[in-house]
Nanobody, 116 residues
Framework: QVQLVESGGGLVQPGGSLRLSCTAS????????MGWYRQGPGKQRELVAT???????NYADSVKGRFTVSRDNGKNTVYLQMNNLKPEDTDVYYC??????????WGQGTQVTVSS
């Protein structure tokens, strides 16, 4: 079993920045992808950004150029730097880990609210 603990959400004004962090409870040595998804009320959960253990990244079109996903394999941690935030970025953000041989895991979610 792997637990994912997220931090860094909150309230920010439009145009502002936030940084989310997610730490896994143990080192994952197998091939894996960590990333972030988001979900609002009545909406399906959608991909925001992912990054493989080898640092290959993938972004939703809506966040390209504004968000940056990164990871520190030594700290079992993935980050999401969010710049130039917009009201439509308001959602609950979930950390995800998909690891070969271990399965898929989700964090508990952290609220991001962009409002003036």
């Amino acid at each position: 079993q792997v637990q994912l603990v997220e931090s860094g959400g909150g309230l920010v004004q439009p145009g502002g920045s936030l940084r989310l962090s997610c730490t896994a409870s143990r080192i994952i040595f197998s091939d894996n992808t960590m990333g972030w998804y988001r979900q609002g009320p009545g909406k399906q959960r959608e991909l925001v950004a992912t990054i493989t253990r080898g640092f290959t990244t993938n972004y939703a079109d809506s966040v390209k150029g504004r968000f940056t996903v990164s990871r520190d394999n030594g700290k079992n941690t993935v980050y999401l730097q969010m710049n130039n935030l917009k009201p439509e970025d308001t959602d609950v953000y979930y950390c995800n880990l998909a690891a070969r041989g271990l399965g898929e895991y989700w964090g508990q979610g952290t609220q991001v609210t962009v409002s003036s």
